[in-house]
């Protein structure tokens, strides 16, 4: 059973904080990873995509991806309040399926 | 572009009704996925579509629940007959083919209630 875990939560950071929300992934061959925001109520919006490891940019959004240890995180920028969502992990798996976290709810204080 | 559209939004009904969602992926996508989200267990994939053909129902929880993809442009979720946890978010998602995962494209979802 492929497992993709994420603290759910709250993290709480002021605004202009970074925040640094984290992933774990237990398939090994999986290659493709993605960040997805949720506002209460809405739909999965997709925010990053990674495929190597190292860092990639956008934005405010930074992703990290180390594959040795199975590890994806997202880092925020002069996180705002309307960065207050759930972020969901999605690791790729076979036929384009995606295997989702539960989230971490992040709350960003004024 | 238009993206993944579902419909209805909100159904409400009685348990033992019969209950079909509908979805329309974007236009181009060859994957469409149903998902299903509650507090207690997130998002969960329940079947999935590639080119009009189903590729994997192992997430279906019941032979109550069936779906259909009669053309690129349309696909059914259908629960007869629902029961209370049957209510959750359910959600249709799309994405293109590639030597990779590309990412998925959710619909804003059908919340559905059984009393």
């Known amino acids: 059973q492929k497992e993709v875990e994420q603290n759910s939560g709250p993290l709480s950071v002021p605004e202009g904080a970074i925040a640094s929300l984290n992933c774990t992934y237990s398939?090994?061959?999986?290659?493709?990873f993605f960040w997805y925001r949720q506002y209460s109520g809405k739909s999965p919006e997709l925010i990053m995509s990674?495929?190597?490891?190292g860092d990639k940019e956008d934005g405010r959004f930074t992703a990290q991806l180390n594959k040795a240890s199975q590890y994806v995180s997202l880092l925020i920028r002069d996180s705002q309040p309307s960065d207050s969502a759930t972020y969901l992990c999605?690791?790729?798996?076979?036929?384009?399926?995606?295997?989702f976290g539960k989230g971490t709810m992040l709350l960003v204080s004024p | 572009d238009a993206g993944v559209i579902q419909s209805p939004r909100h159904e409400v009904t009685e348990m033992g009704q019969e209950v079909t969602l509908r979805c329309k992926p974007i236009?181009?996508?060859?994957?469409l996925f149903w998902y299903r989200q509650t507090m207690m267990r997130g998002l969960e994939l329940l079947i999935y579509f590639n080119n009009n053909v189903p590729i994997d129902d192992s997430g279906m929880p019941e032979d109550r629940f069936s779906a259909k993809m009669p053309n690129a442009s349309f696909s059914t979720l259908k629960i007869q007959p629902s029961e209370p946890r049957d209510s959750a978010v359910y959600f249709c998602?799309?994405?293109?083919?590639?030597?990779?995962?590309?990412?998925?494209?959710f619909g804003d979802g059908t919340r559905l209630s059984i009393l």
């Open positions: 998602a799309s994405s293109k083919g590639g030597f990779r995962n590309q990412p998925q494209h």
């Open positions: 999605a690791v790729g798996g076979r036929y384009s399926t995606l295997t």
């Open positions: 990674i495929y190597s490891n």
């Open positions: 398939d090994r061959v999986s290659q493709s």
């Open positions: 236009s181009g996508h060859d994957y």
